[in-house]
């Protein structure tokens, strides 16, 4: 990066009152990588395929991807012109401030540390239950009964803390993995479209991709609860491809650590959010052809995936590569999601967010640049909310669904808010710009996120809608009863960001630079 653009970049954070402490090493493509390693089309897009074919059977899955990926698409988009505005980490926490005040950011806030505690969460369920079901028991030869939820509660703790670790000792290390990440992504995403074609024990049948059928019930093994409407049945299976493709946001909460980031970050979002999309939907239908049976399939619930790879005439050892990359991708979509949730934690402290925790958790290590305290609580707080939530592989689908629903609420929150202010308050834009569009867009992306809620709390997920609303209320409380006059938020005005040079200016030095 030249000098210029770093002073740029610095410069562009200086006057929103906020001093680097973080260290930009990410480029475009990094930023890029971060938001496509905590996608994951091999993470959701596997893990949860269940959720779409258990719904409407294969036209959840060849049309609902499509619907759902470009619902996504214009939710980035609408995101990505107010990133472009405002370049920081916690995006969405400063974003909502911005646009819709200081109260509406501070409720932003929460629910999008929930959902990406619900990201990590669900994600690190899905290590340990590919793991178990993709490699220990048909290639290891470990017996599947010998598994227990003991297990599953250790596993997750080994993993969910070695990520911590890999977040702690740097950017640059957690760049290097999520970079790998992406390549690892595309390639195993091939070589199983390749394989599972190749290998069909069926004649490929494409009516499948538009053959709406109602699983719902048993025969779908209990996904979603029996309805009679088979538009309904559609409808619940786009949380298939919208839990699949979320945590974008991780482009935005890494802002501060990104070079020329007015344009690398809005790019970051869109890209990892079309490329996962339009390989996410060759990855679910190839997995639909190559199924020997799709009534069987959707009856086989969590272990679709493992029922299709295991019939594949495809030689064993492609099998043993796909299933131990598409663990590792797994767990490097959790470590991006702990990078992204840790900058979340760090942004809101900063301000004063978390009553009696901030100045512990905003504080930045000056060996590694790395909020460090923020990183071991986020860890801490994803465990406790796995084992809430049970240890099962129903649990990881109420993980899920959690994970969906309160990201994109959080996402649609600073769009809607945005929608009120353009042109009022809302006047400087960043490079980019969706001009004449750009209400349209926010107004679709909020509806879209609007449908996606309600979705993600239906039987028998209610806990999710069950947990949002307590949020919603308790949010509601806390903020009138005792935050709106304590939580200063972020600096909003001239004055505010001037009073803040001095402050800046001490914390740079304490870290030896504006790095």
Same mark, same amino acid.
């Not at 759902?68 to 370049?87: D, E, H, R, T």
């Not at 640059?172 to 479209?193: P, W």
């Not at 979002?269 to 052809?289: K, P, Q, R």
């Given at each position: 990066m030249?000098?210029?653009?770093h002073n740029e970049?610095v410069?562009?954070?200086?006057?929103?009152?906020?001093a680097?402490?973080l260290?930009?090493?990410?480029?475009?493509?990094q930023?890029?990588?971060?938001?496509?390693?905590?996608?994951?089309?091999?993470?959701?897009?596997?893990?949860?395929?269940?959720?779409?074919?258990?719904?409407?059977?294969?036209?959840?899955?060849?049309?609902?991807w499509?619907?759902?990926?470009?619902?996504?698409?214009?939710?980035?988009?609408?995101m990505?012109?107010?990133?472009?505005?405002?370049?920081t980490?916690?995006?969405?926490?400063?974003w909502?401030?911005?646009?819709?005040?200081?109260g509406?950011?501070w409720?932003a806030a929460?629910?999008?540390?929930?959902?990406?505690?619900?990201?990590?969460?669900s994600?690190?369920?899905?290590?340990y239950?590919?793991?178990?079901?993709?490699?220990?028991?048909?290639?290891?030869?470990i017996?599947?009964?010998?598994?227990?939820?003991?297990?599953l509660?250790?596993?997750?703790? *080994?993993i969910?803390?070695?990520q911590?670790?890999?977040?702690?000792?740097?950017?640059?290390?957690?760049?290097?993995?999520?970079?790998?990440?992406?390549?690892?992504?595309?390639?195993?995403s091939?070589?199983?479209?390749?394989?599972?074609?190749?290998g069909s024990?069926?004649?490929?049948?494409?009516?499948r991709?538009?053959?709406f059928?109602?699983?719902?019930g048993?025969?779908g093994?209990?996904t979603w609860?029996?309805?009679?409407?088979?538009f309904?049945?559609?409808?619940?299976?786009?949380l298939?491809?919208c839990?699949?493709i979320?945590?974008?946001?991780?482009s935005?909460h890494?802002?501060?650590?990104?070079?020329d980031?007015q344009?690398s970050v809005?790019?970051?979002?869109?890209?990892?959010?079309?490329?996962?999309?339009?390989?996410?939907?060759?990855?679910v239908?190839?997995?639909?052809l190559?199924?020997?049976s799709?009534?069987?399939?959707?009856?086989k619930?969590?272990g679709?995936?493992?029922?299709?790879?295991?019939?594949?005439?495809?030689p064993?050892?492609?099998?043993?590569?796909?299933?131990i990359?598409?663990?590792?991708s797994n767990?490097?979509?959790?470590?991006a999601?702990?990078?992204?949730?840790?900058?979340?934690?760090?942004?809101?402290s900063?301000d004063?967010?978390?009553?009696?925790?901030?100045?512990?958790?905003?504080?930045?290590?000056?060996?590694?640049?790395t909020p460090?305290?923020?990183?071991i609580?986020?860890?801490?707080?994803?465990?406790?909310?796995?084992?809430v939530?049970?240890?099962?592989?129903?649990a990881y689908?109420?993980?899920?669904?959690?994970?969906?629903v309160?990201?994109?609420?959080?996402?649609?929150?600073p769009?809607?808010?945005?929608i009120l202010?353009?042109?009022?308050?809302w006047?400087?834009?960043?490079?980019?710009?969706?001009?004449?569009a750009?209400?349209?867009?926010? *107004?679709?992306? *909020?509806l879209?996120g609007a449908v996606?809620?309600?979705?993600?709390f239906?039987?028998?997920?209610q806990?999710?809608?069950?947990?949002?609303?307590g949020a919603?209320?308790l949010?509601?409380?806390?903020?009138?009863?005792?935050?709106?006059?304590?939580?200063?938020?972020?600096?909003?005005?001239?004055?505010?960001?001037a009073?803040?040079?001095?402050?800046?200016?001490?914390?740079?030095?304490?870290?030896?630079?504006?790095?």
């Amino acid at each position: 990066m030249s000098a210029d653009q770093h002073n740029e970049d610095v410069k562009v954070l200086h006057s929103m009152g906020y001093a680097q402490e973080l260290s930009r090493r990410m480029g475009v493509f990094q930023n890029f990588a971060i938001s496509f390693s905590i996608i994951c089309i091999l993470a959701g897009g596997i893990g949860a395929y269940t959720v779409a074919l258990g719904a409407a059977g294969g036209g959840s899955i060849g049309i609902g991807w499509i619907v759902g990926a470009v619902f996504a698409l214009i939710v980035a988009a609408a995101m990505g012109q107010i990133a472009s505005a405002y370049p920081t980490a916690g995006g969405i926490y400063h974003w909502a401030s911005i646009l819709g005040g200081k109260g509406w950011g501070w409720a932003a806030a929460w629910i999008n540390l929930i959902g990406l505690l619900f990201v990590v969460s669900s994600v690190n369920y899905g290590v340990y239950l590919l793991l178990r079901d993709l490699v220990l028991v048909p290639i290891v030869g470990i017996p599947a009964e010998t598994f227990t939820g003991t297990h599953l509660t250790i596993a997750v703790a *080994v993993i969910t803390a070695t990520q911590a670790v890999l977040n702690y000792v740097g950017i640059k290390a957690t760049t290097i993995l999520t970079d790998f990440a992406g390549y690892l992504i595309f390639a195993i995403s091939i070589i199983i479209i390749v394989g599972l074609i190749w290998g069909s024990p069926v004649p490929l049948d494409f009516s499948r991709l538009v053959t709406f059928t109602n699983f719902t019930g048993d025969p779908g093994a209990g996904t979603w609860p029996v309805t009679g409407s088979l538009f309904f049945a559609f409808v619940l299976g786009l949380l298939h491809v919208c839990y699949t493709i979320t945590g974008f946001d991780a482009s935005g909460h890494t802002s501060e650590e990104t070079r020329d980031a007015q344009r690398s970050v809005p790019k970051g979002m869109i890209t990892s959010v079309f490329w996962s999309g339009l390989f996410g939907w060759i990855l679910v239908v190839a997995i639909l052809l190559a199924m020997p049976s799709v009534e069987e399939g959707a009856a086989k619930g969590w272990g679709v995936f493992g029922y299709t790879l295991e019939s594949s005439l495809m030689p064993t050892p492609i099998k043993w590569v796909i299933s131990i990359g598409i663990v590792l991708s797994n767990y490097l979509c959790a470590l991006a999601g702990m990078t992204s949730l840790s900058r979340m934690i760090y942004a809101f402290s900063r301000d004063g967010g978390i009553p009696g925790a901030s100045k512990f958790l905003r504080k930045v290590s000056p060996t590694y640049r790395t909020p460090g305290n923020a990183i071991i609580v986020g860890a801490v707080l994803c465990f406790i909310l796995g084992w809430v939530c049970g240890q099962d592989a129903n649990a990881y689908i109420i993980l899920a669904s959690g994970c969906a629903v309160f990201l994109y609420v959080s996402y649609i929150m600073p769009i809607g808010a945005g929608i009120l202010a353009e042109g009022k308050t809302w006047t400087k834009k960043g490079p980019f710009n969706l001009g004449g569009a750009s209400k349209l867009v926010g *107004v679709l992306a *909020v509806l879209g996120g609007a449908v996606l809620a309600f979705v993600g709390f239906q039987p028998p997920y209610q806990l999710v809608g069950e947990f949002l609303a307590g949020a919603i209320v308790l949010l509601i409380v806390v903020w009138f009863a005792f935050e709106r006059n304590r939580f200063a938020g972020p600096p909003l005005t001239p004055e505010a960001v001037a009073k803040r040079q001095a402050e800046i200016a001490r914390e740079e030095a304490a870290l030896g630079g504006a790095g």
